[in-house]
């Protein structure tokens, strides 16, 4: 029963990881005052680079790399039209992903179907190898760890860094940010890319780790709740990161509850497959609904256009 | 050297409708060096793309048949657009509405009423106007973005739709395929041109387009929805109200994409299957912009678009290109439409530094 269990909870976390690394560079390009709809695009990009580099040059530290620098390229597109060229961010936030979708499709092509290995998974003499605990906690790959890692160095940076007072301070208000002499635009670039990097690191994972493998559209709208995430954990990583995690779980229950045949509801798999959808739904309803209402306010400025008047 | 952007006082409409012909133009540039990029012939990949739709009579028909639903589908969302409601998931409100009309074809299978295709029709409708009720809902009454919404509830569309195929609408005879029945007779849409596949959903997007334009341009609904989406303090003066136009642009453009569903089901389909559109949902938020929010410029705007679906078709058989690459061309086409709109709210003047140094000393002269 505790194997049973323990397995359940390193699938969840497992599950949880795209959609964590996605979200975090959301939320940071969000508290910048850019809201970038992109990210299932930007996603799908560093799935196929990140798969691709490491199927070709056999280095998965290169994949992933270059997964991260795929999804900022395209960040960056997104950047010079909203940021310089001041265009709608919700139109190109979808163009952006339409184009991800078609441009990996296209990258991928002779990849569908291709076996890679998968990334490998941590192994430290002594405490890998404890019951409960070595299973639990220290047998993911790195790229696990590396998710949890930025989450905290992005809650510190924007709480207790100097840089990250001034990213929250465009976010909030563009007009006083700029009015005593900070760069509006280039922190917003600077956010922008590295949600871009983010997003592309999460398709990394998925195409490296999750399933190792290349499918179209493989994302399969986890950069669409990676967005909704950013709503859930009202802009702040530490809840983020427990949103993550329950809609890994969420996800999990709904492959083990296809599996044991509906749980004996006698209902079709595809119900559960909604899950998480309807859950993000359900999800963002109770946020804006309950009694917290207003609480947890979105950046005063987000997806406002900025341009300085001087 | 510097540039300097100053906001235009008053927009020319010669860019308002030049910039969709540029971004044509940069998108077509861009597919060319993209293609050599990728090793392929990139003139020749251009020409089965771009220039091959064009070539047969079936073609041509095929792009009737492929830019109705979009068509459909981009005037109702550009309505939601002018007013800032940003309904992206029309490819959900397209699947409900085609699962309602094939509901009503499957309950009246082997019927021959002549009252079967305009039941399926406003089926049709009332199964898109339903799924797009929901985000109204959450957003009038919660304040829950459409955006995510509308999007999320696409998903769940497309899985009813699996399960329906795949369970209690399967075709007892289909050897298991997950497909329905084929439709009889008296509820597929009539054929307009022998030979070819394009029926008569084409003049229902045709007609649809051009009401929707009378209503935007001649009525107080469609002047109400342009002030709350532009000007909303103003609207809120005028008594215009916010959540009735969050309703009614919602509820007109999930009518709208449900009614495409049900005419691609009752017209090229025939059936209901687990794939019912190559995205037409998405592909319309580009029609509708590159329509420039304006039904007439839409129906323009979908013939263009239907050319890259068949080009994306021919160059899947001829080029054996993934039929996603055509979700380049139009992603490139949005991106570089709405980068030149830069150009159409703002003036680009370079000057030199030379000339602004210049400036102040003319200014003291002068006093």
Redesign the interface.
């Known amino acids: 029963m505790i194997d049973f269990l323990v397995l359940i909870a390193v699938s969840v976390v497992i599950a949880a990881t795209p959609m964590l690394f996605a979200a975090v560079g959301e939320l940071v390009v969000e508290r910048s005052g850019v809201l970038n ?1 992109g990210v299932e ?1 930007m996603m799908l990009i560093g799935a196929v680079v990140g798969f691709g580099v490491t199927m070709t040059t056999g280095s998965a530290v290169l994949g992933i790399g270059s997964a991260a620098l795929a999804g900022a390229a395209l960040a960056l ?1 997104f950047g ?2 909203v940021l310089t ?4 961010q ?3 936030g ?13 990258i991928g ?1 002779g990849f569908v179907g291709m076996p890679i290995a998968g990334l490998p998974k941590l192994d430290i003499p002594g405490v890998s190898d404890l019951p409960v605990v070595g299973p639990l906690l220290f047998q993911y790959d790195a790229m696990v760890y590396l998710s949890v890692a930025l989450t905290l160095a992005v809650g510190w940076f924007l709480k207790r860094t100097h840089a990250g007072m001034v990213l929250r301070a465009v976010g909030e208000s563009a007009e006083s940010a700029h009015s005593i002499g900070h760069p509006v635009i280039r922190v917003r670039y600077l956010a922008t890319l590295f949600g871009g990097a983010m997003a592309g690191l999460g398709g990394a994972f998925l195409s490296l780790s999750v399933t190792p493998m290349w499918a ?2 493989m994302t ?2 986890r950069g ?1 709740i990676a ?2 995430l950013v ?1 859930f954990g009202s802009w702040r990583p530490g809840r983020v990161l427990l949103g993550a995690y329950i809609f890994g779980g969420v996800t999990i229950l709904q492959l083990h509850a296809q599996g044991s045949g509906g749980l004996g509801f006698g209902l ?1 798999g ?2 559960f ?2 899950l998480p ?2 859950a ?2 359900v999800v ?2 109770i946020i ?2 309950g009694p917290w209402r207003g609480r947890f306010q979105a950046p005063a400025c987000l997806a406002q256009p900025f ?1 300085p008047s001087v | 050297m510097s540039l300097k952007f100053e906001p235009r006082r008053e927009i020319p409409k010669s860019l308002v409708y030049g910039t969709p012909l540029l971004a044509i133009a940069l998108t077509i540039l861009s597919g060319y060096l993209l293609f050599m990029f990728l090793g392929l012939n990139p003139g020749s990949t251009l020409y089965i793309f771009l220039v091959s739709p064009l070539e047969t009579r079936f073609g041509l028909a095929e792009l009737a048949v492929k830019a109705g639903p979009l068509i459909l589908i981009a005037t109702g969302l550009a309505i939601g657009f002018r007013a800032n409601v940003w309904n992206i998931g029309a490819e959900g409100q397209l699947t409900i509405g085609a699962i309602f009309g094939a509901g009503v074809a499957l309950a009246f299978w082997g019927d021959e009423g002549f009252w079967i295709l305009p039941l399926m029709f406003v089926a049709g409708a009332a199964g898109g106007m339903l799924w797009a009720a929901i985000p109204a809902f959450l957003k009038t009454k919660f304040e829950v973005s459409e955006i995510l919404t509308s999007l999320m509830l696409t998903y769940v569309a497309t899985l009813v739709l699996s399960i329906l195929v795949h369970g209690p609408w399967r075709d007892p005879e289909g050897f298991n395929f997950p497909q329905s029945r084929l439709f009889t007779e008296a509820a597929i849409l009539p054929i307009v041109l022998e030979g070819t596949r394009l029926h008569a959903g084409a003049f229902v997007a045709l007609f649809a387009a051009v009401a929707a334009w009378v209503l935007l341009t001649h009525t107080v609904t469609g002047f109400q929805v342009k002030v709350v989406g532009q000007a909303p303090m103003a609207a809120r003066f005028a008594g215009f109200s916010q959540k009735g136009t969050v309703w009614f642009s919602l509820l007109l453009a999930g009518a709208l994409a449900g009614l495409a569903g049900m005419i691609e089901v009752a017209g090229p389909i025939g059936q209901l299957t687990p794939q019912l559109t190559p995205g037409y949902g998405f592909t319309a938020i580009i029609v509708a912009f590159l329509g420039r929010l304006n039904p007439l410029g839409i129906i323009l705007a979908g013939l263009v678009m239907a050319i890259s679906y068949i080009g994306g078709e021919n160059a899947q058989v001829y080029a054996q290109l993934p039929q996603a690459a055509t979700g380049v061309f139009q992603g490139m086409l949005l991106f570089y439409l709405l980068a030149s709109d830069f150009l159409v709210r703002y003036r680009i003047r370079f000057r030199s530094a030379k000339h602004q140094a210049a400036k102040p000393r003319r200014e003291v002269a002068a006093t």
């Open positions: 709809l695009g597109v010079v039209l060229l001041m265009a709608n919700v139109a190109t979808l163009a952006l992903t339409i184009f991800g979708i078609g441009l990996s499709a296209l092509a179209e559209n399969s709208g669409w967005l909704a709503v079709p595809q119900v497959t909604m959808y309807l993000t739904i963002l309803t804006s609904a341009r």
